[in-house]
């Protein structure tokens, strides 16, 4: 897998999907990404955002999640793998 | 005995299993040296007795949070015999990380497949013994809000203590989860460097070690530091991180994760067939409604109305009906025991101290009850999603919104509450903050004092503005303790959204009741020696006075030889009793200790040093320490008037006095609210602040920043009124 993904998981829009490339976060957070399923290829979609714009609602590996925009900086997505 | 570690995730319904199992023969503490809550419990087996023990729940057990620490520990204890596995079926892939990392242990485990309602519901079926294969124990579906499948799962549990299935042998397994080969060449390196230490392997797998250190796992790090094989291991550790991460091309976290995912995977294609695509939930229904960008936060405002009212104006009712029932045996013990020391401590400071502690049970059960409630339908997550941009800006997770709200009416609660909220900082800080709120105790303080100094209109700005100054002052105050004290503590926001549920009503209600047998054991002590404490400050020496008792009784004597209307006699004698109870009050030690408050007080209720009467602020405030409920009254002892307005008259003796006689200035007087407003709410409150922090550290903080930032806001007030001319 390339390092092509420039966009971060923030990036997207409501309703669209992508796949995970990198998880750029440091320590505590980035280890609870990983556990919580954000590894390299998994499919996420960003259902929604929270009603005033942060967090987001994701779906990944069939279950949702929220995340905060600046969790969400932290992670490089692309179109497809 | 057997002892059984119950894991699993969060919202997997892992409680419900537990109760579940152990019925109502469970004992709910805390796990040593924290907070977490710790359940066990016991049911009997054909084998003999079983003892369940209900971990945290955790998504995996690299020991980051204090939740995976308690759980990472405890599974590898080697007192526990057997693990029980709880997975959420409909969230399979997610629910078996935690697995990979339970099977590194090699105890025996057995599978309970629960919620299996919902992944028929979503036409999918799971091939049970396929899975159990692939797993290495018995897999048992369950729905754990029916209590389906619970025997089958004591009955697998009981094939697995009594070996009945040799092929259940664990020491036998292979490794389940696989690595890789130049990962597990690596794995296989460290696990000999740390058998050159007997007592790290002597009870852990030397395999779970290694993959702990290469996970870089805290405790697992923690443990080798001790070791005398220490340099041996750090060398190979190094070598192998640095190996692994130039050949495969990340750091061992990421492989490890990403392998334990693949596993999963694999697991799920393997035993899991669905019909047909995944259409829109019921949960997405629900969400599309209650997380929705217009209607979220209305209806979660309106969620938290319904709450507040369910708790404190519903709990009212009963709390009233507590209150008459202790005003009710006071009266018939005051009226039926000889007048004396004794009868005065068990009529004026036990039933009345039991009293003010059982007032608030009713309180704490509701909402303690809706707070499990909207946990249990997972409609909380969604309330801290649509709340957390707000709380983020204070320092706070979305989810302390709920307690701060509730702080409103009572903040001892309020502080119970906060056991939703998952990181230590977001914790602590929600209830360093949470005091600040102005209850309802504070209330008649307010009233008391603006109504006697201000204007109707004026008097209700000054009460409104102490509600929106405690708010302020909570933002504040958490943004400097998130940038100060808590700077290092950066905790990941990433929450789940479970799905919605069916609460059980049981476990709601079970619930409540832990909560409110908690509060009258921990706040209840506390309150109960407050309210001693205060009795006996508040009479002696005055009570053993025998002058002053015969005094009483001879003017007594004189009032009923008057034979005036039963009414009348009755209100004569209760002012002398009032006047005899003021008289031991002004003579008191709380007096004495008021007098000695004086210089403190002074700058901010006495600026002018021409008030013969602040020592009575001190006592009263000194009370208000114990409870605000009783500020209003200790005032209207120690001013000689009382706290009741007559009929047809507007205000009470007691803010007529305070006005006319007893010096106290407007500008003095929104100093003494202020005051009232940020010091510590009560003793009931810094109980659960040491109860729900375990330190005395932090409760020490907590009391005494309040009472510096009262007196320094308060003098403020002061200075600053003063300046722009008021008085």
Known sequence: MSHVGTRTLSDLQPGEEAVVTEVLAKGKIRHRLLEMGFIRGARVKVEKLAPLGDPMELVIKGYHLSLRREEGQCILVSEES | MTTLALAGNPNCGKTTIFNALTGSRHHVGNWPGVTVERRSGTFESPAGPVEVVDLPGTYSLSARSEDERIASQFVADPSVDLIVNVLDASNLERNLYLTTQLLELKKPMVFALNMMDDVERQGATIDLEVLGALLGGPVVATVGNRGDGV????????????????????????????????????????????????????????????LRLLEGAPDGLEQVRTSHARQAIDLQLQASRTFLEGHLGADCGTLIAERRYGFSRGLVKEVMTRQGGQGRTATDRIDAVLTNRILGIPIFLALMVVMYTLTFVVGRIPQDGIASGFAWLHDAAAARLPAGELTSLLVDGVIPGVGSVMVFLPVIMILMGCVSFLEDTGYMARAAFVMDRLMHLMGLHGRSFIPLIMGMGCNAPAIQATRTIEARSDRFITILVSPLISCSARLPVYILLAGAFFTPFKGAMAVVAMHVLGFGLAIVVGKVLRLT???????????????????????????????????????????????????????????????????????????????????????????????????????????RFGHALQPVFRPILDPDRTRTESWKDGVALTAGFVAKEIVVGTMAVVHQARAEAPEGLEGSPLQQTLRERSGLTPLTALAFMIFTLIYTPCLGTVGMILKETRSWRWTGLSVGYGLALAWVLSWGTVVIGRFLGFA
């Not at chain 2, 005055?542 to 009923?560: D, F, P, Y």
Request: glycine share 4%; hydrophobic share 45%; charged share 25%.
């Open chain 2, 151 to 210: 025997d089958a799962l004591k009955a697998a549990i009981h094939r697995v203590v009594a070996g009945a299935d040799p092929s259940l042998d664990p020491c036998q397994w292979p490794p389940r989860v696989t690595y890789g080969e130049d990962f597990e060449g690596e794995v296989r390196k460290l696990a000999q460097e740390l058998r050159r230490d007997e007592k790290l392997t002597e009870e852990l797998p030397a395999r779970w070690l290694a």
């Open chain 2, 485 to 591: 004290l808590f700077r290092n503590e950066n905790t990941p926001f990433v929450m789940e959204l479970p799905p919605y549920r069916l609460p059980v009503l049981r476990t709601t209600l079970l619930h409540m009741w832990e909560k409110g047998s908690v509060f009258i054991r921990k706040a209840g002590t506390v309150i109960f020696a407050g309210a001693t404490l205060v009795w006996f400050l508040s009479n002696y020496p005055g009570i053993t006075n025998r002058a002053w008792a015969a005094e009483l009784h001879a003017q007594e004597e004189a009032v009923r030889a008057q034979h005036l209307p039963e009414a009348e006699e009755k209100e004569k004698l209760e002012d002398l009793a009032f006047a005899h109870h003021g008289r031991i009050m002004n003579s008191s030690l709380a007096a």
